[in-house]
């Protein structure tokens, strides 16, 4: 599985973006993925931003409310959707897959900054 992560760039305070992450050689398993957005802001860990499966998705505190997830297993793309973003949202995000802990796959990252 190969994941490619695009939507980033510079938004001013309280505007949106729209991430994707779209997988390569999965056609025939995507349906059966858990996919997921994380983040790394400089100088942390990186952090769970919102994670989805066939059957429920959730979301960090932080971003409740304002991002939403979702998936479109026809075209093999996750999405998640950032309004009312905050100068604290700034950070890498990166899309991940997983079907269980023994097989997971991280795309590469792609880079919010949100100004003040």
């Known amino acids: 599985v190969q994941l490619q992560a695009s939507g980033g760039g510079l938004v001013q305070a309280g505007g949106s973006l729209k991430l994707s992450c779209t997988a390569k050689?999965?056609?025939?398993?995507?349906?059966?993925?858990?996919m997921g957005w994380y983040r790394q802001i400089q100088g942390s860990e990186r952090e769970l931003v919102a994670r989805?499966?066939?059957?429920?998705?959730k979301y960090a505190d932080s971003v409740k409310g304002r991002f939403t997830i979702s998936r479109d297993d026809a075209k093999n793309t996750m999405y998640l959707q950032m309004n009312d973003l905050r100068p604290e949202d700034t950070g890498v995000y990166y899309c991940?897959?997983?079907?269980?802990?023994?097989?997971?796959?991280w795309g590469q990252g792609t880079q919010v900054t949100v100004s003040s």
């Open positions: 991940k897959a997983d079907v269980g802990s023994a097989n997971v796959w």
């Open positions: 989805i499966t066939l059957d429920w998705s």
């Open positions: 050689n999965s056609e025939t398993i995507f349906k059966l993925l858990n």
